[in-house]
């Protein structure tokens, strides 16, 4: 048996245009924050996200899904456009951008997380979907948000009551 594809269609398609604002954010947060001490962490998850694109690539793949260029635009366009929110500091970056943007990431592997489950949870009834992958995927999801909890923390801390 295998699960019902119109629903999975747009499914894969919303999470791989979301993937894409999460893959630049995680990048530009990388490449702003060299130098800092959430720089091993940004990488590491910047390189993390990447590998989860890829695999959500390759499921689609499996599922003859392909990407839907105008929600992806949309998602690059959004993450450029949140670069201009104000953040008291016009021609850097601000500590106030690394707390936004980390809870930005926060958000979009909290989605990401939700991905991960709902495919573990029609596992068993598709071939295509490897449950001991997903497991994985979940765990490792579980993993950055915790480490983004306590980064967000670290972040808050130097922008709202520096030492």
């Not at 839907?68 to 500590?95: C, F, H, Q």
């Not at 943007?101 to 909290?110: A, K, S, T």
Request: proline share 2%; charged share 30%; hydrophobic share 40%.
């Amino acid at each position: 048996m295998t699960v019902m594809t119109e629903h999975l269609s747009t499914y894969f398609q919303d999470h791989r245009a979301g993937a894409a604002f999460g893959s630049d954010l995680a990048r530009r947060l990388y490449e702003e924050n060299k130098g800092t001490q959430y720089e091993d962490f940004l990488h590491r998850l910047a390189d993390e996200i990447d590998e989860d694109v890829a695999t959500l690539e390759g499921l689609m793949e499996r599922f003859d899904v392909g990407k839907d260029r105008m929600k992806e635009v949309g998602a690059v366009i959004g993450e450029k456009l949140g670069r201009l929110k104000p953040n008291n500091a016009l021609t850097e970056y601000s500590p106030l951008s690394r707390v936004l943007e980390l809870e930005g990431m926060r958000g979009g592997v909290q989605g990401k997380l939700g991905l991960w489950d709902s495919l573990s949870a029609v596992a068993p009834f598709d071939e295509r979907l490897d449950a001991d992958k997903l497991a994985s995927l979940v765990r490792r999801a579980e993993a950055q948000l915790a480490e983004l909890r306590e980064q967000h923390r670290l972040a808050a801390q130097e922008a709202f009551a520096p030492i």
